[in-house]
């Protein structure tokens, strides 16, 4: 993911993608009245002076220290580098630090920021990035604004905590372990929406202010739409597949031949080199929950879970975790050590990993260029499999109760549970952590067939909630779309089949560092999108793409 689960989201949307976006301390608290500038920090404006933009940089280099100082803790939290017993500690040294962001953000130097740029907008002296810069951070300072400094700090140190929590509840099933924890993120954040309609930011739908901090622009009725469309093409398709008769797999039991870690990290080594993951600039740990992290173009890391019985949920996280990586890796050298040295936004970056892992990596191109040397990594453990056998394979589709190891198929089938949950949660305030596991099982009948045995299968697979990060499931649906969308401005401009059986990276890569990834955050969503395609968001070309693909692999 993302993703990037562990990395700032969008940076100045000041809003920690580990942490969330502030909380209080204790649910049943009364909200405070809304931070201002100066009880944020110290810095007193001077009315008096004129500022030049360069007089900014040692500001904003700090504000990016502070980033990738609880970026570091986080990956620390994550990669199991803390001992368990520095949790409290940590949690304390993090909220300290957000705090001291928090009060950066919306300080009286932002503001003298803010006047200089629009003085320099007014000259017509403001170059591209300089805009870019003030975009994000203005954004950022206008949501930021709205929220207690207090309550901000306090939420920190509740979604630290909460991480653990999870962990503990998924691995002994146990969901009144995390279920305390939840509640206060989902109160907390039910507040945000209120404080930013305090402060004038007017939505339709409360939900569109999480929509909005991932996917900027987009709303609950936007996503309606699309997921409407989504349902009423996979519904029927996933009916015809499990309906027909005969069809591929021919055989798949392979999938579940026990394969030795060691072998499993020579295969992920394999395929970072192939798709041109620079690991001089990166590096993989160990996890649960698979993640990427930067740290800027220079520190990219991504994370892979290996287990000796589900060998290809890792080599597909590690295509995943690759696609957000290079992009991360590409973005344009003038804008490193700025803000703008992130994704355009979570839809976009998921649709890197996504057209990895998926389009490309799912592809019998892909399969016939890479098998040979597959064969050799994995040590004569799929020697008697095919080309086409391992290719109908990895697309068989089943639904399956959890998300990360979903076909591409039914995979956005598990997203709209959780898109509708979550939706939920901010139109009905009376809707409790207590009432999630019923929903999740419901949900989780009425679009894919079954009901989890367990909470660890069920509403406790995934991490996103244990920070707070409402809004950030609908992202991976909007990357596989966009995903589509690429794939075809791709298929304009060159021999995409020929290119991906070469397994010629360097073209895949060197298009989408000129089309997207170079851009980093200087270009909104939908600007990204018109370096591609004249369309905006347009799920027929997902459609299209899996209609195609599934008809003529199970010869409907």
Same mark, same amino acid.
Request: net charge negative.
């Given at each position: 993911m993302k993703k990037i689960l562990a990395v700032l989201v969008l940076a100045l949307l000041l809003c920690v993608v580990m942490a969330g976006c502030g909380a209080p301390a204790d649910s049943s608290q009364a909200h405070d009245a809304p931070v201002d500038a100066e009880q944020a920090y110290d810095?007193?404006?001077?009315?008096?002076?004129?500022?030049? %933009?360069?007089?900014?940089?040692?500001?904003?280099?700090?504000?990016?220290?502070?980033?990738?100082?609880m970026s570091m803790f986080s990956w620390d939290i994550e990669t199991g580098g803390m001992p368990p017993g520095a949790m409290e500690s940590r949690a304390s040294t993090m909220a300290t630090l957000s705090a001291e962001r928090f009060a950066m953000s919306v300080s009286d130097e932002m503001l003298n920021f803010f006047k200089t740029v629009e003085a320099a907008m007014d000259r017509g002296e403001a170059d591209d990035i300089t805009l870019g810069i003030y975009r994000m951070a203005k954004s950022g300072y206008d949501k930021q604004m709205a929220i207690p400094a207090d309550e901000y700090k306090a939420f920190t140190e509740l979604t630290t905590s909460s991480y653990s929590k999870w962990e503990e509840a998924r691995e002994k099933d146990d969901y009144s372990i995390f279920a305390p924890y939840l509640q206060k993120t989902?109160?907390?954040?039910?507040?945000?929406?209120? /404080?930013?309609a305090q402060a004038g930011m007017v939505y339709d739908n409360p939900y569109d202010a999480m929509l909005d901090d991932y996917e900027p622009g987009m709303t609950v009725e936007m996503m309606d739409a699309f997921f409407d469309e989504l349902r009423a093409e996979i519904?029927?398709? %996933? !009916?015809?597949?499990?309906?027909?008769?005969?069809?591929?797999?021919? !055989? +798949?039991?392979?999938?579940?031949?026990?394969i030795p870690i060691p072998v499993q990290r020579n295969v992920s080594a394999l395929i970072m080199d192939t798709v041109g993951y620079d690991l001089d600039r990166g590096s993989v740990g160990e996890v649960t929950h698979p993640f990427s992290m930067s740290f800027g173009q220079s520190d990219v890391r991504i994370t892979v879970n290996y287990s000796e019985d589900d060998f290809f949920?890792?080599? /597909?996280?590690?295509? !995943?975790?690759?696609? !957000?990586?290079? /992009?991360?890796?590409?973005?344009?050298?003038?804008?490193?050590?700025?803000?703008?040295?992130?994704? +355009?936004?979570?839809?976009? *970056?998921? *649709?890197?990993?996504? %057209?990895?892992?998926?389009?490309?990596?799912?592809?019998?191109?892909?399969?016939e260029g890479i098998y040979d040397e597959f064969l050799s990594v994995t040590e004569g453990h799929y020697d008697d499999i095919s080309v086409r056998e391992m290719y109908e394979a990895v697309n068989a589709v089943a639904p399956s109760l959890i998300r990360i190891t979903a076909d591409e198929l039914t995979y956005s089938l598990h997203i709209m549970v959780r898109y509708e949950i979550e939706k939920m949660i901010f139109n009905d305030p009376q809707l409790t952590a207590e009432d999630l596991p019923a929903l999740w099982d419901e949900k989780m009948h009425e679009y894919l067939g079954l009901t989890p045995g367990s909470y660890a299968e069920g509403i406790l697979q995934d991490v996103h909630w244990s920070y707070g990060e409402f809004g950030y499931f609908p992202t991976y649906a909007l990357g596989n779309a966009y995903a589509a969308q690429i794939q075809d401005a791709m298929r304009k401009d060159f021999d995409l089949d020929a290119t991906i059986s070469a397994l010629d990276f360097a073209t895949i890569n060197g298009w989408l560092t000129e089309k997207i990834h170079r851009h980093g955050a200087l270009l909104e969503p939908s600007q990204v999108l018109a370096q591609i395609t004249d369309e905006g968001l347009n799920a027929k070309y997902y459609t299209d793409y899996l209609k195609d693909k599934y008809s003529k692999l199970y010869g409907l």
């Open positions: 810095a007193p404006a001077d009315s008096d002076r004129t500022y030049e %933009l360069s007089d900014f940089d040692a500001f904003f280099d700090k504000l990016i220290a502070l980033d990738q100082a989902m109160d907390y954040q039910r507040g945000v929406v209120d /404080y930013r519904v029927p398709l %996933l !009916h015809g597949i499990t309906e027909a008769k005969g069809g591929p797999p021919a !055989h +798949a039991d392979f999938l579940d031949r026990s949920t890792s080599f /597909y996280a590690t295509m !995943h975790e690759s696609g !957000h990586a290079i /992009y991360s890796q590409n973005v344009g050298a003038e804008l490193e050590g700025t803000i703008l040295d992130t994704a +355009a936004s979570m839809g976009i *970056s998921e *649709s890197q990993s996504r %057209l990895l892992e998926n389009t490309i990596g799912r592809s019998y191109e892909f399969w």
